[in-house]
């Protein structure tokens, strides 16, 4: 209306005053018409009204507004008188476009021209030192206010609350704060906000409750603050409150509400109260969006995440990198394949799939699957492949068993100039590992030394592993002894290579050396040192890492409790055996198979079917490693009907298909007692392919029985299944 009645004069040749230029000119501010802005000021040239300093001030207000600094400092130079306001508004003009430096400069100039700050320079130049995060500025800002009167003005002072709250210094702020008189809800806000900003929660939730206390309702920057200290601080409850207070007072469950909200309940795992506020909330932005999807997909949710995905497109909001990522790395198994192709197919047509971290990632998604080629041909695609793209290429490789082809991507990668990290290294020692290829896991050593990474812990661990699990102690033990900290992994990871390679008298060795140097015992090297124990057949060791077990209170752990079964029976100590068993709070099923195969290695068959009979009273049922603990007891006690209602038990009563150890034991049962033909006919009929056991056990027979009529087949078959150099081959050169 201002500016239609300014035209309007112009038209009518009516020449405009001071007053009038003053009204036009805040019009032009509010609306931000730069043009209009510039024709004014045109005109006051034209009209030397343009030295009027009220005329100037709103000049550069004007200026401001619209994001024309240099015209506002322009007008602001050329003034030949300036006041506080001049200043003020060419201050909040440079502060507001996030300049900090500038101003703080301009309010040392407005001092050294003796004009007296007020209450709007003040709250500016603090806004400034916090941008800044400037205490040393802020201090001698602070000093001069309280100079000049203001220590005890609310906007000033909160501005003061905010700046050291910014800048890390709490107790400055709250100082402040406690100063305060009259404190308002913006008060209250900015010491709230800098706890929960600078990681003090529980504090920020104190000062959240005297609020309250103090009658003071809080809006949405304070609901916002105070729930995100909820998040970060566990505390549950309290955001369930700050919940509460949102509907008792009928606020709006505004979008930046909702979305803290959104992020508590997330955090606690309650999806189903987070999906209830998503669903209420009036306004759903990218975060609303994002973070509910994301939840879904981070929680194996795939087919909620999608059916929100898909809801998200048709409310018209676009797919950002995060969310894509999040949900590319849900799809990372069997399952989650197809939505993963689903979703390369959408970000291909909406032009978001030749982002590299989205395609790294959908290399990293293929490969996963075991999708391989696919994740090859997306590789392949890769202008620049980083770090990223490599590793998660060779890391596919590595976790489906492919390790040539992982170790050569590796060579590749390295002739591309890109050196390879422990993670990637560590990827495809895994695949050595788990096939026991010493060979090829030397070659990955090697390289690992030439990259200067043998000294990292994780990566020393697993070449230890590596050695030890492929039987070559000594090697795993030199590198252990090479270490420059010695902790429970590392001795963990040692004596474990020395238990699994049947050495338990080094085992037990480490064990006592790791206590002499005062490391620490957890329930894993507990478990290893009796195991060790178990492999020599010492009681008194086992005995004294028993009582230490006591000690440490673990003896009724599950795992600790069937690993001192498993020791006691082993050393043929079947009483100590069942009374451990008895004091175990939880009898699991591997509690129970490690109590029958005491009793089953040292001959007490009877007792340990009676073991299967209490167990399916506790509504337990029995596993194959079961049986076959039972079988090999009646076997090598030489009770063939026994050894055979056993076995006719696991065919029907059951259910199980018998395995390959079962019918092993019942071939074994017949030779021992010299039913060749039957165990021979079993041989030939058994549903499995037998192994060179059953053959050695009937060769071993036909030996012992003198029987010289053994068909050249048997002999061939068992020679067929057994390697030259193995031991187990000469009852066949005997034939």
């Given amino acids: 209306m201002a500016l239609k009645m300014f035209e309007r004069m112009q038209q009518s040749r009516v020449k405009p005053g ?34 009027d300093m009220n005329l100037e001030n709103s000049l550069i207000d004007m200026y401001g507004k ?61 806004k400034a030192c916090s941008n800044l995060e400037d205490a040393r500025i802020g201090r001698y800002i602070h000093q001069q206010l309280v100079i000049n009167g203001f220590e005890s003005d609310v906007i000033v002072v909160n501005a003061l609350i905010n700046m050291y709250a910014k800048c890390g210094m709490l107790r400055d702020a709250e100082i402040a704060f406690n100063n305060l008189e009259h404190k308002t809800i913006v008060s209250w806000g900015a010491i709230i906000s800098g706890y929960a900003t600078q990681g003090y929660s529980m504090i920020s939730l104190r000062f959240f409750d005297s609020m309250l206390k103090y009658g003071v309702k ?108 999040s949900l590319i790395k849900s799809c990372t198994t069997l399952r989650g394949k197809l939505h993963g192709m689903f979703l390369h197919s959408f970000l291909i047509e909406t032009g978001e799939g030749s982002d590299v971290m989205i395609l790294n990632t959908f290399v990293s998604m293929y490969a996963n699957c075991g999708s391989l080629e696919d994740a090859q041909k997306i590789f392949d695609t890769l202008q620049d492949r980083s770090l990223v793209s490599w590793g998660a290429l060779i890391s596919g490789y590595a976790a489906h068993g492919r390790g040539e082809c992982a170790l050569n991507i590796l060579f590749k990668m390295q ?42 812990p994780l990566v020393a661990h697993t070449i230890i592993h590596l050695y030890a699990h492929c039987g070559s102690l000594e090697e795993g033990l030199n590198i252990f002894d090479r ?41 894993v090297i507990f478990i290893i040192a009796l195991k060790s124990c178990g492999i020599t057949g010492s009681i008194q060791q086992g005995h004294l890492v028993h009582n230490q077990v006591i000690d440490c209170g673990l003896e009724v752990e599950s795992e600790i409790g069937t690993t001192l079964i498993d020791m006691y029976g082993s050393c043929g100590y079947l009483r100590e055996a069942h009374k451990v068993f008895n004091m175990l709070h939880e009898q699991d099923l591997c509690s129970w198979n490690a109590l029958i195969a005491g009793y089953s290695q040292h001959g007490h068959g009877k007792l340990a079917l ?102 050249p087949k048997i002999v061939h078959e068992a020679a067929g299944l057994i390697p030259e150099d193995d031991s187990t081959s000469a009852p066949i050169s005997n034939m």
């Fill in 483 to 523: 270490l420059s900290i010695h902790d429970e992994v590392s001795w963990g990871i040692i004596m474990d290579g020395c238990a699994q390679n049947e050495d338990g008298v080094l085992a037990f060795q480490l064990f006592q050396r790791m206590q002499e140097e005062g490391v620490e015992t957890n329930m």
């Fill in 218 to 325: 809080p809006n949405c920057v304070i609901l916002a603050a105070t729930l995100k200290a909820c998040s970060s601080s566990n505390a549950k409850w309290h955001g369930m409150f700050v919940h509460y207070c949102i509907v008792e007072n009928s606020i709006e469950l505004e979008t930046i509400i909702g979305n803290s909200l959104l992020e508590i309940y997330i955090t606690f795992g309650s999806l189903q109260d987070a999906y209830s506020v998503f669903e209420r909330l009036p306004h759903k932005d990218d975060i609303s969006w994002n973070t509910m999807i994301s939840a879904y997909a981070q929680e194996g949710y795939h087919q909620l995440a999608f059916q929100l995905f898909e809801k998200m497109q048709r409310a018209g909001f676009r797919v950002h990198q995060p969310l894509a990522i």
């Fill in 66 to 126: 619209c994001g024309k600094l240099e015209d506002a400092h322009y007008v602001f130079d050329r003034m030949l008188n300036r006041d506080v306001v001049s200043w003020n508004s060419l201050i909040s003009v440079y502060v507001k476009h996030g300049h900090s430096l500038f101003p703080i400069g301009l309010f040392f100039q407005m001092e050294a021209e003796n004009v007296i700050p007020c209450r709007m320079t003040y709250s500016c130049i603090l």
């Fill in 610 to 711: 009676q073991c299967i009979q209490d167990m399916q009273e506790q509504h337990l049922q029995p596993d194959a490693w079961t049986f076959t603990s039972v079988l090999a007891a009646f076997s090598h006690e030489g009770q063939a009907h026994s050894c055979n209602s056993t076995f006719a038990q696991i065919q029907s009563s059951h259910g199980h298909i018998p395995r390959i150890e079962h019918l092993n034991c019942v071939i074994d049962n017949w030779s021992r007692i010299g039913c060749l033909d039957e165990a021979e006919r079993l041989l030939q009929t058994m549903p499995k392919l037998p192994n060179s056991i059953g053959w050695l056990a009937l060769l071993t027979a036909c030996r012992t029985f003198g029987c010289n009529k053994v068909g």
């Fill in 18 to 51: 001071v007053a009038i230029f003053s009204t036009v000119l805040k019009a032009c501010t509010m609306l931000k018409t730069l043009n209009g802005g510039q024709i004014l000021h045109s005109q006051m040239l034209q009209d030397e009204l343009a030295i």
């Fill in 415 to 456: 002739e591309d100039g890109v050196e390879p990290n422990d993670v990637i290294y560590l990827s495809i020692l895994s695949v050595y590992i788990s096939r026991g290829d010493l060979q090829q896991g030397r070659l990955v050593h090697d390289q690992i030394v030439r990259a200067e990474l043998e000294r990292l």
